[in-house]
């Protein structure tokens, strides 16, 4: 199928050079834009954009021609961590919370993961796909276009496997681009409370060569911080998941200063997420690192957590990505308007600081910038065309409401 989008307003990230594959410090506020523009799709593939007044060649018997006039064509977000594959909706906890309980005194009373642990074993595998599959199709009217998703809560090898095969079929049944993410340690079971480290055998022994032999993961993760794993066992299995070829994305730093970002910084992860307590310390490590810091302010928001100091990381020449988060305990929405309005708001981001999180430094974060994150020659068609709207500054604005009008996934009109 080939498409024309002409009569753009403004064609935003728009990278002639495609060389980009992240933005750090001062380079997070260059969002390269176009006026009065145009793009051409061919095969699932951008093949040309540029300026109406250059007149691209439109042979109108084979292509589709999109008029976006008054309108801006975004690249789909990236959302780069999730955990969408998820058995139900926690609101009990919510009210918990608004009556006062912190994340953690509901994880401690059997809640949180280990209640959605118990929950994963009363919902099929198809059941769970079908749930899954609605909040696909929630985020790509949303605009999001790639999106990773962690398992993390079956928490033994059967369930664990069952969450990424539904992820797996995700992939296959819908056209979004998904990385997989192994989180075996996502929580510690109650009969291993009093010790973690045969927990760690298991994920170690048992889960790691299930997810392996069936290839369901491109990454591991752990939830590396007080109260969850410690840093011998995220060390433990960090070491042990590298055998397999998985690169570490891990949650680190959400609830203390943990150690869990020099832990992920050594074993050379792709990403750390969550970041609220993150000091000079975490800082200096970061910047001698290709490990891409990720915040997720949904998280933040929901948990009234101390927001990370995104905006001091950036001003000390740092890439900051930002994602959903989206999952049922912490960050109930995969809504990444929403999560670009906060990173303005919340995080003093400038709208084209968090454009650059939001698509090409968190499409850095599930390794895919090589080909999504920004629109440029040769890379995947994956964009969105908003609505009417005055200026750039509009998308994060205006928040609450969708401004997406049309997506288009590998070259594919929604
Ligand atoms: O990223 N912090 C750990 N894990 C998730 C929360 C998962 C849940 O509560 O269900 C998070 O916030
Ligand atoms: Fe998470």
């Known amino acids: 199928m080939k498409i024309a989008i002409t009569n753009i307003k403004q064609l935003v990230q728009a990278d002639q050079q495609q060389s980009?594959?992240?933005?750090?410090?001062?380079?997070?506020?260059?969002?390269?834009?176009?006026?009065?523009?145009?793009?051409?799709?061919?095969?699932?593939?951008?093949?040309?954009?540029?300026?109406?007044?250059?007149?691209p060649a439109i042979d109108h018997k084979s292509v589709v021609e999109i008029d976006a006039s008054g309108r801006f064509v975004f690249?789909?977000?990236?959302?780069s961590h999730t955990h969408l594959v998820f058995p139900k909706t926690r609101e009990i906890e919510y009210v918990d919370k608004i009556k006062g309980l912190s994340y953690e005194e509901i994880a401690k009373r059997g809640g949180g993961i280990l209640n959605s642990a118990q929950?994963?074993?009363?919902?099929?595998?198809?059941?769970?796909?079908?749930d899954s599959m609605k909040r696909a199709d929630e985020i790509m009217e949303l605009g999001t276009g790639a999106v990773e998703i962690k398992s993390g809560y079956g928490l033994d090898t059967e369930q664990e496997l069952k969450i990424l095969r539904v992820a797996k079929r995700l992939k296959e049944e819908t056209p979004l681009t998904i990385k997989s993410t192994f989180l075996g340690a996502h929580a510690i079971p109650t009969k291993y409370k009093k010790d973690q480290s045969?927990?760690?055998?298991?994920?170690?022994?048992?889960?790691?060569?299930?997810?392996a032999k069936e290839n369901l993961a491109d990454f591991v993760d752990v939830f590396c911080d007080k109260g969850f794993f410690n840093i011998e066992s995220t060390d433990r299995i960090l070491e042990a998941a590298a055998k397999y070829g998985l690169v570490p994305k891990i949650h680190a730093n959400e609830l203390d200063y943990s150690g869990g970002i020099q832990t992920g910084i050594k074993h050379?992860?792709?990403?750390?997420?969550?970041?609220?307590?993150?000091?000079?310390?975490?800082?200096?490590?970061?910047?001698?690192?290709?490990?891409m810091p990720t915040v997720l302010p949904g998280a933040a928001f929901f948990l009234n957590l101390p927001y990370a100091p995104a905006r001091k990381m950036i001003d000390a020449g740092l890439p900051v990505a930002m994602a959903s988060d989206f999952n049922p305990g912490s960050s109930p929405s995969g809504n990444m308007q929403l999560i670009l309005s906060m990173a303005s708001i919340l995080f003093k981001l400038t709208p084209r600081e968090a454009i650059n999180a939001t698509t090409l430094n968190s499409a850095y974060a599930m390794d895919v910038s090589q080909n999504l994150g920004s629109i440029s020659k040769g890379k995947t068609a994956n964009l969105f065309i908003t609505r009417e709207m005055p200026g750039m500054e509009f998308m994060p604005y205006y928040y609450g409401s969708n401004k997406v009008d049309k997506t288009i996934l590998n070259g594919e009109l929604k």
């Open 75 to 79: 690249p789909s977000f990236c959302d």
């Open 20 to 55: 980009r594959i992240k933005a750090a410090g001062n380079q997070m506020a260059e969002v390269p834009v176009i006026n009065d523009a145009y793009v051409l799709i061919e095969d699932g593939i951008i093949t040309d954009l540029g300026k109406m007044a250059d007149n």
């Open 119 to 130: 929950s994963i074993r009363e919902i099929s595998e198809n059941q769970l796909f079908e």
């Open 268 to 291: 050379n992860a792709l990403s750390v997420d969550h970041l609220e307590y993150t000091g000079d310390e975490e800082i200096e490590a970061l910047k001698s690192s290709e490990t």
């Open 198 to 211: 045969k927990y760690v055998d298991i994920v170690i022994n048992e889960m790691l060569p299930a997810v």
